[in-house]
């Protein structure tokens, strides 16, 4: 099983891609978590209502078996992390964008705590600069 770590952006996009590519070139199937702590009014990077189904749509051509999760109120990389602790997870798979070192001090990254803990191989990711 493949974790994708999906938001709704050319970041998640290109993870999703990515952890498509891996799940067939592996044979196995996709767990994609676009997880949101809920705290502000709107989570831009939380898939709503076209959006989810663009992804399903994505996901059902694609030929692999998934499931797609989107809990609310929980710190995105701790669902991730708690997700690759699975037995069956090989990888977990995440856009990355860059951020400046004061971004990083002051903001803190979703992305640098996955590729920090996560105990399984990372495959982190950005979009074609097309």
Wanted: glycine letters at 10%; hydrophobic letters at 45%; a negative charge.
């Amino acid at each position: 099983m493949i974790v994708v770590g999906y938001t709704a952006d050319p970041f998640g996009h290109a993870a999703l891609e990515h952890g498509i590519a891996e799940a067939k070139l592996r044979g196995t199937g996709l767990l994609v978590i676009n997880a949101t702590a809920g705290e502000s009014y709107v989570d831009a990077r939380f898939a709503g209502g076209g959006a989810v189904r663009d992804v399903e749509t994505r996901l059902a051509q694609c030929g692999v078996d998934f499931e797609l999760r989107q809990p609310v109120g929980v710190d995105p990389a701790e669902e991730l992390l708690a997700a690759t602790d699975r037995d069956d997870v090989t990888m977990l798979v995440v856009g990355v964008r860059h951020r400046s070192p004061v971004g990083k001090l002051l903001l803190g990254s979703v992305a640098q705590k996955l590729i920090l803990e996560c105990r399984k191989p990372v495959l982190a990711v950005k979009p074609d600069e097309a």
